[in-house]
């Protein structure tokens, strides 16, 4: 069975100071990663995904993230933060693409002054 | 490109009571998603339609909840009945195909909470 692991339920930053949200995955077979958005009272938006194409993927946004197979990881970055990056946003994997995504529990991201 | 659309945005039901909720995907997507998105965590694939045939609904507990995609355009999810534990956001989702690189789009869920 596929699963991911989002460390953090909460992450707090300034405004300008450096993202990093972390995803760890579990996957009998090469996965397909995802990272999604979720602004208040709206439904999720697709920020990147990892389909095995190239290591690090660059998102919409500013945000990127790095497959790292050595370390089961997808942590998702950005260099700066602005205060519209204020959000939940949920790693999900995939043995088939965008079917039957798994999601992770979600981490908000809270971006003060 | 209108997106997909869902109703009612919320509801408040009494335990025991029915409910439906409706999705109607963006035009021309012949894959339909429902999800179910406790608070805390993060959605779950309750069941999936390709057209108007069911691909996957094997997490969805089919005791009580029921869903149907008549003519492959548009979706109703039915919960009957509900508990207390059904308290969640339902998400809608559709693509263009099943293909392996077709991006899914989510509507903006119905809130139910069960009192």
């Known amino acids: 069975a596929q699963s991911v692991t989002q460390l953090g339920s909460h992450v707090s930053v300034s405004e300008g100071a450096l993202v990093l949200l972390r995803c760890n995955y579990s996957s009998s077979v090469p996965p397909y990663l995802f990272w999604y958005v979720q602004y208040p009272n709206q439904g999720l938006q697709l920020l990147l995904k990892?389909?095995?194409?190239?290591?690090l993927v660059k998102g919409i946004n500013g945000f990127e993230a790095e497959f790292k197979k050595s370390e089961t990881s997808f942590h998702l970055t950005k260099p700066s933060a602005h205060m519209s990056d204020a959000a939940e946003y949920f790693c999900?994997?995939?043995?088939?693409?965008?079917?039957?995504?798994?999601f992770g529990t979600g981490t908000r991201l809270l971006v003060s002054p | 490109e209108a997106g997909v659309a869902q109703s009612p945005r919320y509801k408040i039901i009494e335990k025991r009571q029915s409910v439906a909720f409706w999705c109607n995907p963006i035009s021309g997507h012949a894959t339909l998603y429902w999800y179910q998105q406790i608070l805390g965590q993060g959605p779950k694939l309750l069941i999936q339609?390709?057209?108007?045939?069911?691909?996957?609904d094997s997490q969805l507990p089919k005791d009580r909840f029921s869903a149907e995609r008549l003519k492959g355009v548009d979706s109703t999810l039915k919960i009957q009945p509900a508990k207390l534990e059904d308290s969640a956001v339902y998400l809608c989702?559709?693509?263009?195909?099943?293909?392996?690189?077709?991006?899914?789009?989510f509507g903006q869920g119905t809130r139910l909470t069960v009192v």
């Open positions: 990892y389909t095995s194409a190239a290591t």
């Open positions: 339609f390709q057209n108007n045939g069911v691909v996957d």
């Open positions: 999900a994997v995939s043995r088939v693409g965008f079917q039957k995504l798994v």
């Open positions: 989702a559709s693509s263009y195909e099943t293909g392996w690189n077709t991006e899914a789009f």
